[in-house]
């Protein structure tokens, strides 16, 4: 059984979503994609960092909030009616050792808020499938909370071996494409550096449920 919570704020009809996936583990919940609403968006942008790096548009966090309503207003408009477009992805080089380069994507301020807001509500019905024990990329948790925990159990005799690599299994839904084409639409979207631009299919908007493995 999981012991997992979700630590991010959310509204009390995303919060009732949480207690019933907690509670009905093998249940399809239906319409995730209306609980991306209005105020959902306006969440995903308070917890933006204020400092992020631009998108190809240049907007920073700062010019966004000044029109925030009106922008959030459009946005949602955009998303209900299915003409959401995610726009091409800044590409940048990032030094490594050995003057090598790591490439990373910079996706616009809109689209991080749209990315946000898709996390909060995945979130809300996925974290309640984890066992307290696992940390990766989990809201509230990190690498240092993965090692104390390792250290009590091979402090106290029940860890049998440790593994210092994983296989991870992914399960899926048989139609999630509705609400995660908001999410892999940055895959597609393009990516936008000195010498090229991909252009990309038109993602779309639909509703969704999701399915846990039996």
């Known amino acids: 059984m999981s012991g997992a919570t979700t630590s991010r704020i959310m509204s009390p009809e995303l919060a009732k979503v949480a207690e019933r996936a907690k509670r009905n583990p093998s249940e399809r919940i239906l319409a995730l994609a209306r609980f991306i609403d209005a105020p959902g968006l306006a969440r995903a942008f308070d917890g933006l960092r204020k400092n992020a790096a631009l998108g190809v548009d240049g907007v920073t966090v700062k010019q966004y909030g000044e029109e925030l309503a009106a922008n959030l207003r459009s946005l949602h408009d955009r998303m209900k009616a299915g003409k959401y477009r995610h726009q091409p992805i800044r590409r940048v080089h990032i030094p490594k050792d050995g003057g090598k380069t790591r490439p990373i994507g910079i996706s616009t301020?809109?689209?991080?808020?749209?990315?946000?807001?898709?996390?909060?509500?995945?979130?809300?019905?996925?974290?309640?499938?984890?066992?307290?024990?696992?940390?990766?990329?989990?809201?509230?948790?990190?690498?240092?909370?993965?090692?104390?925990?390792?250290?009590?159990?091979?402090?106290?005799?029940?860890?049998?071996?440790?593994?210092?690599?994983?296989?991870?299994?992914?399960?899926?839904?048989?139609?999630?494409?509705?609400?995660?084409?908001?999410?892999?639409?940055?895959?597609?979207?393009?990516?936008?550096?000195?010498?090229?631009?991909?252009?990309?299919?038109?993602?779309?908007?639909?509703?969704?449920?999701?399915?846990?493995?039996?």
């Not at 309640?128 to 990329?137: E, K, N, W």
């Not at 909370?145 to 690599?165: K, M």
């Not at 936008?192 to 846990?212: C, I, M, N």
């Open 109 to 214: 301020t809109e689209d991080k808020i749209v990315q946000a807001a898709l996390r909060d509500v995945l979130e809300a019905v996925y974290e309640q499938d984890f066992l307290d024990c696992s940390h990766g990329f989990r809201p509230g948790r990190r690498a240092h909370d993965a090692v104390r925990g390792l250290n009590r159990e091979v402090t106290a005799g029940t860890a049998s071996y440790i593994l210092d690599d994983a296989q991870i299994l992914a399960h899926g839904s048989d139609d999630l494409a509705g609400i995660l084409a908001l999410g892999s639409a940055p895959v597609g979207a393009g990516d936008l550096d000195p010498t090229t631009l991909v252009e990309s299919p038109d993602p779309h908007l639909g509703s969704a449920h999701k399915q846990r493995a039996q």
